[in-house]
């Protein structure tokens, strides 16, 4: 049997991070991978499929929408939809193979299976044909991910009732797309399909979207969209899906508890995601898990059993790849005995809609909430001469400060490119930069970074382009 220092079950971006950092770090270490692909849902069914149809409907949109204004014309514009989906393939393949290659590189032993626990240091990879192999090791990682949820009366036939995953191999564009649901996947697909033609209905139970972002950029977020065509009905509860073959039905009560029928040929359950500890064998080690079915951790990771460690969207926290990541490294390292940390407070959230949607840190309603006094500076993005070069003019940047320190607490972003500017927000947090800092650095002219210096110019009182 072969012996290993660590075993990593599940190769998603918590897993695969982990197995490198781990052996970077000396140690011998195992992934077990359920499927035949590496990458788990971020690279097979999540970011990166979502990413390649967002950035093609874009495209296809922008040709449309805003070439003729740029002084191009193109004539018989038109959407090759299965070349569409046998692009975003090739990106997932390409993708995940580069996952292949770096276990290679750092001579992790790749086991295809599901990985189930025997004992603490003993695991069983029973593999698609039945057969099995055992493996022992001295720690386990485990990192594997979630699923998609549901509605208790929503049966998922996944042909017209879909979830995430079918949404991005689609073999047609639906006319008639219902979004149950108004988070960060369910807008993000709403726009793949509205951009491409398909009338998109976004429901959502609360009375905003995006809940838990800071209300600046749900309203904002919501009028851009809305501009775009995507209808929204918040404040509506969903009682029913009904499944007629080619056509589905959804009813849902307004908030004066009026009950609306929403007809169309899809329709997607983005409700949010569960953990996935199926197989695992969880009960043959007594690992605990929380009543959300998240796997129980100390802040150092580490389950009730000690050897045991786990990251990514099995655990507590926000369900984002680069979250599991920054798992992956830490509990690595721990192993190792080193003393690494992580700041959740600076872990940032993306929307990839257009515009993009960005933030990190505290909200201004948390902090109303907790009665800190702070300042704040926004900037729209209508006054930045590099968004009207692009005619990209909807959004804005909010900077929200400590009244007395200085020191920023919160970054809000809506606009073009925010999902790449958020990085300096997290970098001057990490530092603990005050607004000044960043209003006295210089950002390249013309940028739209120029917007978050003018955002901190702003929480002083001295914006120069507003
Ligand atoms: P996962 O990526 O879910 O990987 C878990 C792996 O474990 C899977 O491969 C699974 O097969 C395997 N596994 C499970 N059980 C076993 C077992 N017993 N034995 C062996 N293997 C097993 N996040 C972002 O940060 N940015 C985005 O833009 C983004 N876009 C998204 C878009 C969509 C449509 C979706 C669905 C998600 C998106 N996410 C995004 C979320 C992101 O995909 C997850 O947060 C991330 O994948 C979590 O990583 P993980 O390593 O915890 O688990």
């Given at each position: 049997?072969?012996?290993?220092?660590?075993a990593?079950?599940?190769?998603?971006?918590?897993?695969?991070?982990?197995?490198?950092?781990c052996?970077?770090?000396?140690?011998k270490?195992?992934?077990?991978?359920?499927?035949?692909?590496?990458?788990?849902?971020?690279?097979?069914?999540?970011?990166?499929?979502s990413k390649?149809?967002?950035?093609?409907?874009?495209?296809?949109?922008?040709?449309?929408?805003?070439f003729t204004?740029?002084?191009i014309?193109?004539?018989?514009?038109?959407?090759?939809?299965?070349?569409?989906?046998?692009?975003k393939?090739?990106?997932?393949?390409?993708?995940?193979?580069?996952?292949?290659?770096?276990?290679?590189?750092?001579?992790?032993?790749?086991f295809?299976?599901?990985?189930?626990?025997?004992?603490?240091?003993?695991?069983?990879?029973?593999?698609?044909?039945?057969?099995?192999?055992?493996?022992?090791?001295?720690?386990?990682?485990?990192?594997?991910?979630s699923?998609?949820?549901?509605?208790?009366?929503?049966?998922?036939d996944?042909?017209?009732?879909i979830?995430s995953?079918?949404?991005?191999?689609?073999?047609?564009?639906?006319?008639h797309l219902?979004?149950?649901?108004?988070?960060?996947?369910?807008l993000?697909?709403?726009?793949?399909?509205?951009?491409l033609?398909?009338?998109?209905?976004?429901?959502?139970y609360?009375?905003?979207?995006?809940?838990?972002?800071?209300?600046?950029?749900?309203k904002?977020?919501q009028?851009?969209?809305?501009?775009q065509?995507?209808?929204?009905?918040?404040?509506?509860?969903?009682?029913?899906?009904?499944?007629n073959?080619?056509?589905v039905v959804?009813?849902a009560?307004?908030?004066?508890g009026?009950?609306?029928?929403?007809?169309?040929?899809?329709?997607?359950?983005?409700?949010?995601?569960?953990?996935?500890?199926?197989?695992?064998?969880?009960?043959?080690?007594?690992?605990?898990?929380?009543?959300?079915?998240?796997?129980?951790?100390?802040?150092?990771?580490?389950?009730?059993?000690?050897?045991?460690?786990a990251?990514?969207?099995?655990?507590?926290?926000?369900m984002?790849?680069?979250?599991a990541e920054?798992?992956?490294?830490?509990?690595?390292?721990?192993?190792?005995?080193?003393?690494?940390h992580?700041d959740?407070?600076l872990?940032?959230?993306?929307?990839?809609?257009?515009?993009?949607?960005?933030?990190?840190?505290?909200?201004?309603?948390?902090?109303?909430?907790?009665?800190?006094?702070?300042?704040?500076?926004?900037?729209?993005?209508?006054?930045?001469?590099?968004?009207?070069?692009?005619?990209?003019?909807?959004?804005?940047?909010?900077?929200?400060a400590?009244a007395e320190?200085?020191?920023?607490?919160?970054?809000?972003?809506?606009?073009?490119?925010?999902?790449?500017?958020?990085?300096?927000?997290?970098?001057?947090?990490?530092?603990r930069?005050s607004?000044?800092d960043?209003?006295?650095?210089s950002?390249a002219?013309?940028?739209f970074?120029?917007?978050?210096?003018?955002?901190?110019?702003?929480?002083?009182?001295?914006?120069i382009?507003s």
């Amino acid at each position: 049997m072969s012996k290993y220092d660590v075993a990593v079950i599940g190769s998603g971006p918590g897993g695969y991070v982990a197995a490198i950092r781990c052996a970077q770090l000396g140690l011998k270490t195992a992934i077990i991978e359920k499927y035949n692909t590496l990458g788990g849902t971020c690279l097979n069914v999540g970011c990166i499929p979502s990413k390649a149809l967002l950035d093609s409907s874009h495209h296809y949109y922008d040709a449309k929408k805003h070439f003729t204004t740029h002084g191009i014309d193109v004539q018989g514009l038109e959407i090759n939809f299965e070349q569409m989906i046998t692009r975003k393939n090739e990106v997932v393949a390409q993708t995940s193979g580069g996952i292949n290659y770096l276990m290679d590189k750092n001579k992790i032993d790749m086991f295809q299976g599901i990985g189930s626990f025997i004992d603490a240091t003993h695991i069983k990879i029973t593999k698609q044909d039945g057969s099995s192999e055992e493996i022992e090791a001295s720690k386990t990682i485990i990192a594997t991910g979630s699923k998609p949820s549901t509605l208790p009366f929503i049966e998922l036939d996944k042909k017209r009732v879909i979830t995430s995953t079918e949404a991005l191999s689609l073999t047609e564009i639906p006319k008639h797309l219902i979004v149950i649901g108004g988070g960060v996947i369910g807008l993000e697909l709403g726009s793949v399909y509205s951009r491409l033609g398909s009338q998109v209905s976004v429901i959502e139970y609360m009375p905003t979207i995006t809940p838990g972002m800071d209300a600046m950029l749900s309203k904002e977020l919501q009028k851009s969209l809305k501009k775009q065509g995507v209808k929204f009905f918040t404040s509506h509860k969903v009682t029913s899906v009904v499944n007629n073959g080619d056509e589905v039905v959804v009813t849902a009560d307004n908030k004066k508890g009026i009950p609306t029928e929403f007809k169309g040929d899809y329709t997607l359950i983005s409700v949010g995601r569960k953990p996935y500890t199926e197989g695992l064998g969880l009960e043959n080690v007594g690992i605990k898990v929380t009543d959300r079915g998240q796997i129980e951790t100390n802040e150092h990771l580490q389950t009730n059993v000690s050897n045991i460690y786990a990251i990514g969207d099995v655990v507590k926290g926000a369900m984002l790849a680069h979250k599991a990541e920054e798992e992956g490294t830490m509990v690595a390292e721990l192993i190792a005995g080193q003393k690494p940390h992580i700041d959740y407070n600076l872990i940032p959230g993306v929307v990839y809609t257009w515009p993009e949607v960005a933030c990190v840190g505290k909200t201004e309603e948390q902090l109303k909430e907790a009665g800190v006094n702070y300042k704040s500076g926004q900037f729209a993005m209508r006054a930045l001469g590099r968004a009207r070069a692009s005619m990209d003019i909807d959004g804005q940047i909010k900077v929200l400060a400590d009244a007395e320190t200085d020191e920023i607490l919160g970054v809000h972003m809506i606009g073009a490119r925010a999902a790449d500017m958020i990085a300096e927000a997290v970098i001057a947090m990490e530092f603990r930069a005050s607004s000044e800092d960043i209003a006295r650095s210089s950002h390249a002219h013309p940028t739209f970074t120029e917007a978050f210096k003018e955002a901190c110019l702003a929480v002083n009182d001295r914006a120069i382009h507003s």
